[in-house]
């Protein structure tokens, strides 16, 4: 077993663009989930509609910043189309709601009568051009040791870890705010804080629409890097993925989503490379191959997920107190 | 999930017997020249009965076209590939004559026809609907509903659990799916024959599947979620794990039974009866008659028996059935197996008309959910009769608009529906928001 | 007395006249109906409430007085009434509105925010904070001279509920009597010119009793009127200047407190539906 080789392969992982864009959808996420407690299993439909959004409009001849702008004011339509007629449901009840909208998106977005203006099931290609042309980084591979990346990759890894310092910046400020404060009580007690005159409705509108907007910066970073979106990749595993991470960095935190992004990143990549070691060798005896890799990796990640919500919900840097698990 | 309007049957009586007589014909020259030639996919155009002549089929590798051929008299075209592998085959739709037409137009390509280095692929490109002999709308309407009805039989057996689940524990199970699947897989697994299983006929594997679903059930509630309710453990969290599980489940599945979609060994393709304007496969209509009967039975298992009183007094009220003498906890065990039963032969069912795999169950979840929260979240007479109600929307649907969308009006309903009256039609919680 | 449209009123509550002399009642209610499933949980014809007064609202569980609560304060519908407050009607109104317009209630099981610390909850509860607008929160110096004041006024509060010692805890670790402490406390953060306090003793021991109820008293020297729900006659007697019985939603007496007690029909509710309470 190489060690060496699945710790390379783990650090490149953990600073990849991949991890970038799981943790700006997490840092979306922890915002409507972790301040505010709304139960958005439909993260994954904010980061489509701002690939989608980005890609048809640069696809259509616009520029490359209005499609930008573009994807993210999606989906902030997205918020509030949504937020306005379920924010008033219960936990469970808006958990499959938003869970069945970011499906129906994907579904449309897929069907052939849209073919000629989301790409159907083909998707949208090529679209990114003019970002990789503003890449200020001369040409050739950067990196420690063996871990490297070439210049294209690291310009997309620059921006998207500046956008997730950003946005994360954006958190820290709000969260200690009066404002931020209204979202804890709303995640505590949506009447005791009605009861304080405060507009609950709007405070969660609001939560939902900026930790939406955040989750299309990653959607719009994953098509960017991949020049290449497809209904396909946004699927309600992806918000799973997403919950996974905030819950390993900590609930609530804002580091929280960016350490439990690469860590997860980490983990998953480096128990890859193992795993797919492992397999190469017949160490599981014959019948499982390198090709097992993937899914048993999942399958792992389905366990932690688990083994976490049970033994240590609180991950890596949240206060026991403050995590939301056992009735009060 | 995809349908085309079927040629009646009656028609398809008369092509059978044509064929029969027909066919020692026809093997004798094809059998020789496949000999001669090696592979070939080959099939017959036929609409209502009637060949369709003289349409032109292109059959390419990749970019390479391989050979080109029109169909004769009486609608057969072959062409020769010389080796195994993957086709492309398409029709040329300005070939079709006149009066004939395509069932489903846009479908001119099938992209990816696997062919087996000996024998001829059979494939089809289904005719149908263009002259006054063509199904009406009001039979193509009917057997979409009966369609839906079947479909909507299938999602109620399969979620009925999910609905006494979440009325005796509160628990929304987003692991349900792979319980569905569980049972498919089983029952697969103890039906393949050839090396993969014991090749035991379908009916003892579905049963076998069904005692599977059972035991995985009973063995999750002890094993899992009665430690985490005596624990008091949130219904967020209790709904996180469920993920959790879920996601483990499936990807287990996918490692052993591996990613391609697979059948049972009997009952794989039929032919359809006909009644009247109504015209079903025998296997839906089985799928039908075991859906109702079981359901029926478990209605009156809640109703008329103890353990059906008991049950019921839980949903409505645990601590008041636990004061009355229930054994609260026995009764949630009981629940718990029957679901996963239940779940499982829904699976089983599912298999005979979609494709047994690793994510079967995932596909078809949101519909559960959308059936048990149109019926009322607790109440199982509520999941049949959303499940039917889901059913028979989605399938319809493809009456008016594109299959595509089926699986999105479920959906839909399932947000109204949580949105106007989130209680269901028959709902027992009255706490919503 | 008249009401707001110059009728004249039954019998007003209490038998004197407010600090200013003849002053009109902070809250009036008129024909408030609430049914669940065929039962009527509230019908009362006429409530009023003056001002600057601490009125007790009494009766046996179940005689719809936390209803009555909810209806009035917007957290249920009323299937029918007219309700006014400060002689504006506030039928229909969104809770938090309402709460907005200074009539603020607290819950009969105290809801401490508990993932907070008790300084958040009483910070929480301020009124009119101009850093809860989103794009205002962005920019710090806006509202930090703002949240000074907030907490200035937080902590002063908690030293004078006696909770001060207490105040990073998290409020979920309090104990029940030093949770109704602290509800009262966000209350009266939350600026009310009518308090609506549901059931604020119970639960908590006889030393912090007397504590809430001096705090209460001190309220209404500050011109905050009290409305509460009580069980216990001796707290009712020691504090109020006005009572109103209800039973099986109704009114069923009003008036001073020794003319309460003393209401052979109010002796009857509670001895009809007596759940071991001293009538």
């Not at chain 1, 404002?179 to 804080?193: P, S």
């Not at chain 1, 797919?276 to 899914?295: M, R």
């Amino acid at each position: 077993m190489d060690f060496s080789q699945a710790l390379v392969d783990a650090v490149r992982a953990a600073v990849g663009v991949p991890a970038a864009a799981y943790a700006l959808a997490a840092v979306g996420l922890n915002l409507q989930f972790g301040y505010t407690g709304l139960l958005n299993f439909g993260q994954v439909g904010f980061l489509l509609v701002g690939a989608y959004g980005t890609a048809i409009t640069a696809d259509h001849g616009l520029p490359l910043p209005l499609a930008f702008l573009v994807g993210v004011a999606a989906a902030v339509v997205l918020g509030l189309i949504l937020g306005l007629p379920t924010l008033r449901l219960r936990a469970e009840y808006l958990a499959i709601v938003t869970i069945s909208a970011a499906e129906i998106l994907r579904l449309v977005v897929r069907s052939r009568p849209l073919e000629g203006f989301t790409g159907g099931a083909f998707g949208i290609r090529e679209f990114a051009d003019a970002f990789y042309n503003w890449n200020p980084i001369p040409s050739g591979e950067y990196g420690v040791g063996n871990v490297t990346f070439s210049d294209r990759t690291l310009w997309v890894m620059l921006v998207g870890w500046t956008l997730v310092a950003l946005t994360s910046g954006l958190i820290f400020l709000l969260v200690r705010s009066p404002w931020g404060r209204v979202l804890r009580g709303i995640r505590d007690d949506e009447n005791a804080t009605r009861s304080f005159g405060k507009n609950v409705f709007a405070f969660k509108l609001q939560s939902l629409v900026l930790g939406g907007s955040i989750g299309a910066l990653a959607g719009i970073l994953l098509a960017v890097d991949a020049q290449f979106t497809n209904a396909d990749y946004w699927q309600s595993i992806f918000t799973f993925f997403a919950f996974t991470v905030i819950i390993i960095g900590g609930v609530g935190r804002v580091i929280g989503p960016v350490v439990g992004s690469m860590l997860f990143w980490f983990l998953l990549q480096g128990a890859d490379t193992l795993l797919q070691q492992a397999l190469a060798d017949s160490f599981f005896g014959s019948k499982l191959g390198p090709t097992e890799a993937g899914p048993i990796r999942f399958a792992l990640v389905g366990l932690v997920l688990m083994l976490l919500m049970i033994f240590r919900p609180q991950g890596l840097f949240g206060s026991r107190a403050e995590t939301l698990i056992e009735e009060p | 999930m995809g349908r085309w309007v079927r040629p009646r049957a009656g028609a398809t009586r008369f092509v059978l017997v044509l064929a029969l007589l027909v066919a020692p014909a026809l093997l004798r020259t094809s059998t020789a020249a496949a000999q001669a030639e090696g592979p070939a996919i080959t099939g017959r155009l036929v609409q209502n009965g009637k060949p369709v002549p003289g349409v032109k089929i292109t059959v390419k590798r990749g970019r390479t076209p391989i050979g080109t051929t029109t169909s004769d008299a009486t609608g057969i075209w072959r062409v020769p590939v010389g080796a195994g592998g993957t086709y492309q085959v398409t029709l040329d739709r300005k070939t079709i004559p006149k009066g004939f037409k395509l069932a489903d137009a846009d479908r001119t390509t099938l992209p990816s026809v696997v062919v087996q280095s000996e024998g001829d692929k059979f494939v089809l490109f289904p005719f149908g609907e263009a002259g006054p002999s063509g199904p009406s709308d009001f039979e193509e309407l009917l057997n979409l509903a009966v369609g839906g009805i079947k479909f909507g039989l299938i999602v109620a057996l399969a979620a009925v659990g999910l609905s006494l689940v979440f009325g005796t524990t509160g628990l929304i199970n987003f692991a349900h799916g792979e319980l569905v699947t569980f049972g498919a897989l089983i029952a697969w697994y103890v039906n393949a024959s050839g090396g993969d299983g014991p090749g035991a006929p379908l009916l003892f594997a579905g049963a076998v599947g069904v005692v599977a679903g059972g035991l995985l059930g009973g063995a999750l509630d002890l094993g899992l979620w009665r430690p985490l309710r005596r624990r008091r453990t949130g219904t967020i969290a209790l709904i996180v794990v469920s993920i959790g599980l879920a996601l483990f489940l499936r990807h287990i599945y996918l490692v052993i039974f591996k990613g391609n979609p697979r059948s049972f060994e009997q009952f794989a393709t039929q032919q359809p009866w006909t009644l009247g304007p109504l015209s079903i496969l025998p296997k839906d209509a089985v799928i039908i008659v075991v859906s109702v009967a079981v359901l029926v039975t478990l209605g009156l298992l809640l109703q008329r028996t103890k353990l059906g009183t008991a049950v019921r007094a839980v949903t409505d009220d645990p601590d008041l059935a636990e004061s009355s003498g229930v054994d609260v906890k026995r009764i949630i065990l009981m629940v718990w197996i029957v679901s996963t039963a239940l779940a499982g032969l829904g699976g089983v069912l599912l298999g005979t008309t979609e494709a047994v795999q690793w994510d079967m169950g995932l596909r078809i979840l949101l519909v559960m959910f959308a059936a048990v929260i149109l019926g009322g979240l607790g109440s199982s007479f509520g999941a049949i009769v959303g499940g039917l109600v889901i059913g028979v929307i989605s399938e319809v649907s493809a009456f008016w608009f594109p299959t595509d969308y089926k699986v999105a009006f479920a959906l839909l309903v399932l947000i109204l529906v949580l949105l106007v009256r989130p209680q269901g039609i028959l709902g027992v919680r009255e706490r919503v928001g | 007395m008249t009401d707001v449209d110059g009728e004249a009123l039954e019998t007003s509550i209490t038998a004197e006249t407010g600090p200013a002399g003849v002053t009109e009642p902070i809250l009036v209610a008129e024909h408030v109906r609430r049914s669940f499933g065929g039962l009527r949980a509230t019908d009362v014809e006429h409530l009023d409430v003056p001002e600057g007064r601490i009125i007790a609202l009494i009766g046996p569980n179940g005689a719809g007085k936390t209803t009555l609560f909810n209806v009035l304060t917007g957290f249920e519908h009323a299937d029918a009434g007219r309700w006014t407050f400060q002689g504006q009607e506030i039928m229909g109104h969104p809770p938090h509105q309402i709460a907005r317009e200074g009539m603020v209630r607290t819950f009969q099981l105290a809801r401490a925010l508990a993932r907070m610390t008790v300084l958040d909850n009483m910070k929480l509860a301020a009124a009119n904070q101009r850093g809860e607008r989103f794009f205002v929160a962005l920019v710090r110096p806006i509202w930090r001279a703002q949240e000074r004041q907030v907490e200035a006024r937080a902590l002063e509060l908690l030293e004078w509920l006696g909770l001060a010692p207490l105040r990073s805890d998290y409020a979920g670790t309090l104990s029940g009597g030093q949770r109704k402490l602290l509800e009262l406390g966000r209350a009266v953060m939350a600026e009310p010119g009518l308090l609506m306090l549901d059931e604020p003793t119970s639960g908590v021991n006889p030393a912090l009793t007397d504590t809430l109820l001096e705090r209460i008293g001190a309220l209404r020297e500050q011109g905050v009127t009290v409305l509460f729900v009580e069980h216990d006659m001796d707290v009712v007697t020691r504090i109020s200047d006005g009572v109103v019985c209800m039973a099986q939603g109704r009114v069923i007496a009003k008036g001073t407190p020794a003319e309460v007690v003393a209401d052979p029909s109010v002796v009857n509710a509670y001895l009809g539906t007596h759940h071991g309470e001293r009538a």
